[in-house]
């Protein structure tokens, strides 16, 4: 179908908008808009009739449905002063009042069009599925479409390693090569959930490396971010990107396929469902709620193994880290969850390390753990997850120095995703090496993001006890106890430094007044 109106011409089959010939850039979710007041343009649409139609039922703020307004107004030369094309009407919504024609798709206008076979529409994996589009190259230097490419299959090969993850290979993704196109088409023809498109500038010797995750088939932008670099060595700074952006897509596809499962309206819900409703709440330590999930899933598929390895970590932190009354019925339960998710695990760089997480805590050999993860990482070096465990390793090792190495690696692979993990790591291996000063912040920052978490408080509340700071120490015990009165787990400490040990212990009953 083609709408013409005034100097414009809009093809809904092109997904195209044309101004006296010439093409118009419109984002995915504008052109929706626009299409949309044009198919109803006898009537005044509401926000929620937007909102049910072009955002698919979404909430979506004011000021985000005024900018896509504002977007379409431009587009077809309109104005919010003028009017002419897009009206608002106050307190009702907003109606194209121009004068408009349609003619249906004609051969005399795109015979090519009108000669392509439509490329048929794929069903969607069982598991959330992506597709990395050829990055535009905007140096306007074709000379530069080698590094171009060479990034956009560096990152297929990242992303290859998320076991979860269906990638689409490149040979599929680089048919688009060169063309306009829309994500929701390219989800559509490819069968994937979610599209990566970006672009690279090169000026210089420096370069900038744009990209961002789009939902396909909303056109909705979960994630965006630029990387600057050097190309004084091009395939390091490639290899930086690649991680860089599987690091940070992992958890931002995670949130997006949680937010998708709990929309969903069943009865019959699938073991992977129910992990995925079971993971917000273990992130906000709704521990025996997600177990309760988890052990769900587990029924349905005694071998699904994320299941298994986050129902492990359920149990591992209601035992060392909460005042949970069964404690020794949840500590065989969590070695016997960790031990069939490792069976189970095969290769799964996510699998494994909650499971060796879990196990460590609970009795297992740490140097086991330790290698376990390692092994882990060899398959994902992208997964930031598992640089996190590795560090919480090495700090119960003793390994101060590499336990902060590793949570600034996890920080910078996943800067947005539970900072407050990363940052309660960080802290507690400053306390460690006394720089009480340095770590307080840290310890913050982790009880900021992690109100519910009691193991931050403890640490801050010995970090100023160590520092003479006794009011400010009992200030934080009083904010623990609020959230569980066990200030001091009878459970044994997994370090094995006992300095470590030791310095926790004393600080803790400074702070409870405690002779030391």
Known sequence: MRFLFGDHALDTARRELRR????????????????????????????????????????????????????????????????????????????????????????????????????????????????????????????????????????????????????????????????????????????????????????????????????????????????????EDVFDLQDKVASSVAGIIEPALQAAETVRSASRRTSDLSAYDLYLRAFPMFLTFQLHQALALLEEAIARDPRYGPALGLAAQCCQHLVANFSAPDRDVLRSKGIDFGRRAIEAAGDDPGILADAAMALAVLGEDLDAMIALVDHALAFNPSYARGWLISGFMRLWAGQTDLAIEHGELALRLSPRAQAGDKTFLIGTALFFGQHFEEAVPKLWVAIEAMPAYPNPYRYLAACYAHMGLL???RATIARLRAIMPEVIISLPLPYRNPQHRELFLSGLRLALGETP
């Not at 490819?190 to 088939?217: D, P």
């Open 20 to 231: 006296s010939g010439d093409h118009i850039a419109l984002e995915p979710q504008v052109f929706d808009l626009l299409v949309y007041l044009l198919q109803n343009r006898e009537r005044v649409v509401s926000k929620d009739d937007l909102l049910a139609s072009v955002w698919g039922g979404r909430i979506v703020s004011d000021a985000a449905l005024d900018s896509r307004i504002a977007a379409a107004r431009r587009a077809v030369g309109d104005s919010g002063a003028a009017q002419t094309l897009i009206r608002t009407f106050a307190r009702k919504g907003v109606r194209f009042v121009g004068e408009v024609r349609e003619e249906e798709k004609l051969a005399a206008f795109a015979p090519e069009l009108a000669e392509e076979p439509e490329r048929p529409e794929l069903a969607l994996p069982d598991r959330p599925s992506i597709a990395v589009l050829p990055f535009a190259n905007l140096s306007g230097d074709p000379e530069q479409e080698y590094f171009a490419d060479g990034m956009v299959e560096e990152i297929i090969t990242a992303l290859s390693r998320i076991r979860w993850l269906f990638v689409i290979a490149r040979n599929s993704s680089f048919i688009y090569k060169g063309q306009a196109v829309d994500v929701k088409q390219v989800g559509h023809e490819l069968g994937v959930r979610y599209v990566l498109e970006g672009s690279v500038r090169r000026g210089g010797n420096r370069v900038r490396i744009a990209a961002q995750l789009v939902e396909a088939q909303t056109g909705a932008h979960l994630w965006a971010d630029r990387f600057d670099g050097s190309l």
């Open 471 to 473: 009011d400010e120490a």
